[in-house]
């Protein structure tokens, strides 16, 4: 796995919302339900997303959260950026601190290269197009528990 539960559960989350054709916020409950979350670690990650207005939340009997901007504004390296732990992901892929050539070990350049193919898939898909199958399909090896 190379994106934290904290990513994946938040892209996942996000992919939700972009899907929703009815324009009605949705619950926290829902979400995790449908998404096979634990609801108390999905607040705690929406409630992130929201701090930084990736999404809105209302409260009351019509709230929940939305998508701030249109799915087809939103990229999955803005998603990844904003969750995960290591987003620049410098950290050697054996542990050994920060991952530079005068350290190098045995995958360094193995690591550069997968690390550059991934950005690259985060920066081009946005979430719009990743709520739909195809894209589904091409980041799943990278997300922990992927549901189909």
């Known amino acids: 796995m190379i994106l934290s539960k904290s990513t994946g559960y938040g892209i996942r989350a996000l992919a939700f919302l972009a899907r929703r054709t009815d324009g009605r916020p949705s619950l926290v409950h829902e979400i995790a339900e449908h998404e096979g979350i634990p609801p108390v670690f999905l607040q705690k990650i929406l409630g992130e997303l929201r701090r930084h207005r990736m999404l809105r939340s209302a409260k009351g009997i019509h709230g929940g959260y939305e998508l701030e901007r249109p799915a087809e504004e939103i990229t999955l390296w803005e998603i ?10 410098d950290t050697c892929i054996l542990g050994r601190g920060i991952c530079r050539p005068e350290n190098a070990c045995g995958l360094h350049a193995d690591w550069q290269r997968i690390r550059h193919d991934l950005v690259g898939v985060l920066q081009q898909t946005t979430l719009a197009h990743f709520a739909g199958t195809p894209a589904l399909a091409a980041l799943t090896p990278f997300l922990e528990d992927p549901k189909p």
């Open 80 to 89: 990844f950026s904003l969750l995960e732990p290591d987003p620049h992901l």
